[in-house]
């Protein structure tokens, strides 16, 4: 069971990166998936999740409008669209899954303390011009 993230680089402020994380040993489908990002001298915190309950989305206020996140269940593999970055993105980012299920993760949950099973190794996005 391995989830494997690339994609990320370094950029500048404004510009748009794609993160993918594939997923191995097990399928995405039904597992609640998360992206999340740990910038120097400061707690993780979620970026985006989509909930193992109804395939809804969330995000976080600070990149709301900005950042999308998907899953393409023929590749296995979930993305996170970053669009106008600001150096304040800069940061590793994670991907995580799990199935969740019985508990709904969704919302402040899926985005907070919610331990996921599944975690990828991490990708370095640096925002700077």
């Known amino acids: 069971v391995q989830l494997q993230a690339s994609g990320g680089g370094l950029v500048q402020p404004g510009g748009s990166l794609r993160l993918s994380c594939a997923a191995s040993?097990?399928?995405?489908?039904?597992?609640?998936i998360g992206w999340f990002r740990q910038a120097p001298g400061k707690e993780r915190e979620g970026v985006s999740c989509?909930?193992?309950?109804?395939?809804?989305?969330y995000y976080a206020d600070s990149v709301k409008g900005r950042f999308t996140i998907s899953v393409d269940s023929a590749k296995n593999t979930m993305y996170l669209q970053m669009n106008s970055l600001k150096p304040e993105d800069t940061a590793v980012y994670y991907c995580?899954?799990?199935?969740?299920?019985?508990?709904?993760?969704?919302?402040?949950?899926?985005?907070?303390?919610?331990?996921?099973?599944?975690w990828g190794q991490g990708t370095l996005v640096t925002v700077s011009s």
């Open positions: 040993g097990f399928t995405l489908d039904d597992y609640a």
């Open positions: 989509i909930s193992n309950s109804d395939g809804a989305t």
């Open positions: 995580a899954a799990d199935r969740g299920a019985p508990v709904v993760v969704a919302g402040t949950l899926g985005l907070g303390t919610y331990e996921y099973d599944y």
